[in-house]
Structure formats: C-alpha cells, structure tokens
C-alpha cells in the first residue's frame, strides 16, 4: 500500500467509515496513536511499511472472513459510529 498521502488520507478514512472504528480504535489496530491516524487522514503523513502492512492484513481478513467476525475477534466491542449518540472515548 505505498501510496502518496492524498490517496492514502481517502483510502484510511473510507476504511475506517465503513468499518464503522473510531480513530482511537483503528490506532489501537495499528499501534500507533489517535494524532497519527489524524495525520495520515488528514494527508500530512502516511502510514510506516509496518503499519501498512497490518492494514492489508485486517482488509484481507474482512475480505475473507467478514465484517462481523473481525469485529468480533480485533475489536470485541459494539461499532461505535452508526447509532444514536455521541461515541464513548
């Protein structure tokens, strides 16, 4: 995924969106913190070879195995965007 930030900052938020994590729990994911996530979506920075790596894994696990089950075995809590109210932090 060595893409320059512009399609870099599109793909993470997208992802993200439709994934239904909040910056907090994808920066959990990928190890890192909520600033770089920000940062990547924002087009500032991109994500390092490691990180990108990790995030084709978990797109290659929902590809094969589903939304539901990576929810259920990385996130093991309810999406937080899609419902009424704000977000627990």
């Not at 729990?25 to 990790?54: K, S, Y």
């Not at 195995?65 to 990576?70: D, E, P, S, T």
């Amino acid at each position: 995924m060595d893409v320059p930030p512009q399609t870099c900052r599109a793909y993470i938020a997208a992802l993200r969106k439709r994934w239904g994590l909040s910056q907090s729990q994808l920066a959990r994911l990928l190890m890192t913190n909520r600033r770089e996530i920000r940062r990547w979506e924002g087009g500032e920075d991109v994500p390092e070879p490691h990180q990108q790596w990790f995030l084709q894994l978990f797109v290659e696990y929902v590809r094969t195995n589903g939304l539901r089950a990576f929810r259920r075995r990385f996130m093991r809590e309810a999406p937080r965007y899609g419902k009424v109210g704000r977000p627990r932090v």
